[in-house]
């Protein structure tokens, strides 16, 4: 039976995984069309029927690529640290609370956070070991962001987890049978919508990637199947982001239709942001994370710290 157990447990991780990345192919190209339609043009709709076969092609094209890396770099770690990014950002979907999943995860929100901290070494090892001035910037970069506001996303995260005692994704939906978090605590929410933006470097905040200029950032040296998997981890991480958003604050998980739509919506949000908003400067990213969010998110945990004792 333990066998059996293992096979099944396997076999939901390898769905999972599937899943994750035919996920992240059509929001990639989901994301080139709406970017498309709001600067007033088409976007992909050559290959295939619209467009629709658009990001296997890229794929293709990406991962056939001749391999080139530079004379200078640290070869190992420079090849292997987008593999590892990659590893890490779909390590966390093993959270998701799929009913056929096999796996209970107790201590979820803890995983999630060991996880996000392990993603910030491969954007530093991977910036380091290209031996570029750019690269060594955009991964200074990087870490400097990631590491803020991954302190303001564990304390947000902390006013939910305060209010439902335990660290169990499952438990979410259960708590928001009779109303969503995000009405109890709206301003926490944008604050975590604008932190994931910061966490997965997008727009207004890819100071990591400078996707807008010459130069690329802590990705320069990388091009073929390194720069795919740089590439497919953050998108990844953009999507469960926006899962995680969905669990916590609009009504938790649920096998429906409209579990899919809201996690369609915030990710849809993501590249709304992108088409909009201009990029941020340096330090006012700093400033908002250390002297905006972080004080929100405290006085929300001092607040419901307050409100759990006293219903208790």
Request: hydrophobic content about 55%; glycine content about 6%; proline content about 3%.
């Amino acid at each position: 039976m333990m066998l059996k157990d293992m096979m099944m447990m396997i076999l939901g991780m390898l769905i999972l995984i599937l899943g994750v990345l035919i996920g992240v192919a059509f929001l990639t190209l989901l994301e080139r069309k709406v970017l498309g339609y709001i600067q007033i043009r088409k976007g992909p709709n050559k290959v295939g029927y619209m467009g629709i076969l658009q990001p296997f092609s890229d794929a293709i094209k990406l991962f056939t690529k001749e391999q080139v890396f530079p004379m200078y770099s640290n070869y190992i770690s420079y090849y292997f640290s987008p593999i590892i990014s990659f590893i890490l950002s779909l390590m966390v979907w093993m959270l998701i609370p799929y009913y056929f999943n096999m796996i209970s995860f107790n201590l979820g929100i803890l995983f999630f956070l060991c996880c996000t901290s392990m993603g910030v070494y491969t954007v530093m090892v991977a910036g380091w070991s290209s031996n570029s001035n750019y690269s060594l910037l955009g991964g200074l970069r990087a870490v400097a962001q990631t590491i803020s506001y991954e302190v303001s996303l564990a304390l947000i995260m902390l006013s939910s987890i305060m209010l439902i005692m335990d660290f169990n994704m499952m438990k979410f939906f259960i708590y928001q049978d009779l109303i969503w978090f995000l009405f109890l605590m709206l301003p926490l929410s944008m604050s975590w919508i604008s932190s994931s933006l910061a966490e997965t470097n997008r727009t207004p905040f890819d100071f990591a990637e400078r996707e807008s200029e010459l130069v690329s950032g802590f990705n320069i040296e990388y091009s073929t199947g390194g720069f795919a998997l740089i590439f497919l981890a953050e998108y990844s991480s953009i999507l469960f982001m926006s899962m995680l958003f969905v669990l916590l604050y609009l009504g938790g998980y649920n096998t429906s239709v409209f579990f899919y739509l809201k996690l369609i919506f915030i990710s849809f949000l993501f590249i709304w942001v992108r088409g909009t908003l201009p990029r941020c400067r340096y330090d006012m990213l700093m400033y908002l994370s250390w002297k905006s969010y972080m004080p929100i998110s405290l006085n929300y945990l001092l607040f419901f710290e307050g409100l759990t004792m006293f219903l208790i």
